[in-house]
């Protein structure tokens, strides 16, 4: 029976110090607006929570917990638990220069200047600076190798050949891509 009592009063203070706390806060960002979908991770593990609309969190933690607070775009921010029960993050913005790649034929990435043929690009305010409204019309005359006939009314779309007449199923239309998204010329 003594070891028992013993090996109880070892346990106590295990016991008290692996209680779960409860921490809330709000995530705003540097200008004090509130960030919505922030995660706060407690690091090592998959618990955590997401701040709602308002920049709002709560979550359960035990005492020396690391939590991370993370957002696209955002510097992560790492805290420990030390006995407060409420962490208020002002998060920062991260500047990372991304390296240009290019997406060749069935998605595979590559340097620029790894590639062995040319390639053109034109950048956004040369296309603002064409008298067109149509964005394919726009193009005439600033990229080589293309045939552009125009619409032959308001409602229709004009016609882009790259190279020549080189289909299989009939149409060959380009696949053009802005900013990640498809855009169809049908």
Do not use: C, H, W
């Not at 960030?35 to 706060?40: D, R, T």
């Not at 034929?105 to 034109?122: D, F, N, P, T, V």
């Not at 005359?141 to 020549?164: D, E, L």
């Amino acid at each position: 029976m003594k070891k028992f009592l013993l090996v109880l009063l070892l346990q106590i203070p295990l016991l008290i110090f692996s209680q779960d706390i409860k921490i809330s806060g709000r995530v705003v960002d540097q200008d004090n607006i509130p960030l919505p979908g922030v995660y706060v991770l407690i690091k090592g593990t998959t618990a955590g929570a997401v701040t709602d609309v308002n920049g709002d969190y709560s979550l359960k933690v035990k005492e020396g917990d690391v939590v991370t607070f993370s957002f696209l775009g955002m510097e992560p921010q790492d805290y420990t638990i030390n006995g407060q029960s409420s962490i208020n993050v002002v998060m920062k913005t991260e500047t990372r220069e991304l390296d240009e790649v290019v997406v060749t034929a069935l998605s595979i990435k590559r340097q620029e200047r790894s590639l062995g043929y040319s390639q053109q690009r034109i950048e956004g305010n040369q296309i603002g600076e064409a008298k067109e409204t149509n964005l394919i019309s726009m193009l005439a005359g600033k990229v080589a190798g293309i045939q552009i006939t125009p619409a032959q009314s308001t409602t229709g779309s004009s016609r882009i050949i790259i190279r020549g007449n080189n289909s299989l199923l009939g149409s060959n239309q380009p696949l053009f891509v802005g900013d990640g998204f498809p855009f169809d010329n049908a």
